[in-house]
């Protein structure tokens, strides 16, 4: 089969799905094989295109591939340009280096493809994907959190925290940062682009993080793809294989020192990814979040209504 007709099968599930441009999708021998462009992987792993954690468990759940094989155009980064260029965005200056950024998404898009393949036996990829884990580290909250939100998802992020933190004894907050460094925590050293959790909380040795969309427009199968990063890179920062430095001890911004506490403490760690939104998309239900928690390292995830009332 190819794109067109994988998509016609899938509009029987759901009759308004639809595929992305810079993603190609074919299938022979029930095996599926996703190739990715240039863009997808420099750019945010959120996007329709660059998402293929969410269109390959989608597409597995949905039409029940046995395998499936992931290839892409490998990128020229030196091809980009290097000086620092200046842009505007919400009435604001800001400046950013595009050949850095797009090192950073395509590295952290290599660690996407490493834990995937870690993860499930369906999955692999034709290139040969190998992520060096030495001397990793995480960054953590230098600032508390603004006490204004001006925009809607960081307002629901407050509120659904205020709502349910009793649940767990105060052991809850929002924006952990997730951004991956090696040697030292700078910006000369920034592996991965930068990424925030919205919301975590602890249960004992048990951590529950939040992905959370805002009620409508923003439902994407980006999610998938969102959840499993942020849960690998916690399953890797408890397992030790990414640390914090040591003057992460001193830390209480944003009740960092209850993450810290279980990092720097518990023998195991269980992980559960939340999806926490009002809907999700269409194709995402159960048996995806099934085929989801199905994995070699026991993490778990689900569908949490998104309460704030």
């Known amino acids: ?9 899938l509009k029987n599930v759901y009759k308004l799905a639809r595929f992305p441009r810079n993603i ?16 997808s992987l420099i750019n945010n792993m959120q996007t329709d295109c660059a998402a293929f954690e969410g269109w390959a468990i989608v597409l597995k759940t949905h039409l029940g591939f046995n395998k499936i094989v992931l290839s892409w155009e490998e990128p020229d980064i030196a091809s980009l340009t290097e000086k620092t260029i200046l ?8 400046t ?15 660690y996407r493809v490493h834990k995937f393949a870690e993860l499930y036996d369906w999955f692999s990829s034709c290139q040969e994907v190998t992520f060096n884990y030495n001397n990793l580290l995480l960054n953590y909250p230098t600032k508390g959190a603004s006490k204004k939100a001006e925009k809607e998802e960081a307002k629901l992020e407050r509120l659904y925290v205020q709502k349910h933190s009793l ?14 460094f090696r040697g030292t925590v700078s910006s000369k050293n920034q592996i991965t682009s930068g990424s925030t ?13 939040y992905e959370l969309k805002k009620h409508t427009g923003n439902d994407k199968v980006g999610i998938i793809t969102e959840i499993l ?17 040591v003057d992460a001890a001193e830390c209480s911004f944003r009740s960092f020192n209850e993450i810290y506490h279980l990092y720097n403490n518990a023998e195991k760690v269980s992980i559960s990814g939340l999806l926490l939104c009002d809907r999700t998309h269409p194709l995402i239900d159960e048996k995806v979040l099934k085929l989801m928690s199905d994995n070699v390292n ?3 995830f689900e569908y949490k209504k998104l309460d704030v009332e």
Not at 87 to 94: A, F, L, P, T
């Open 1 to 9: 089969m190819d794109k067109t007709q994988i998509l016609n099968a």
């Open 24 to 39: 190609d999708f074919f299938s022979e021998d029930n095996i599926l094989h996703i190739k990715l462009s240039i863009n």
């Open 87 to 94: 842009r505007h965005q919400n009435g604001k200056e800001y």
């Open 96 to 110: 950013r280096n595009d050949r850095k950024i797009a090192l950073q998404h395509y590295q952290r898009f290599c």
């Open 167 to 180: 649940e767990f004894y105060g052991k809850m907050d929002h924006q952990l940062p997730l951004t991956i």
């Open 197 to 209: 959790l919205d919301i975590w909380s602890i249960n004992e040795n048990h951590l529950n993080i």
């Open 229 to 245: 990063y942020y849960v690998n890179v916690l399953d890797d920062l408890f397992k030790h294989k990414v640390n914090y430095e």
């Open 298 to 300: 026991d993490l778990h």
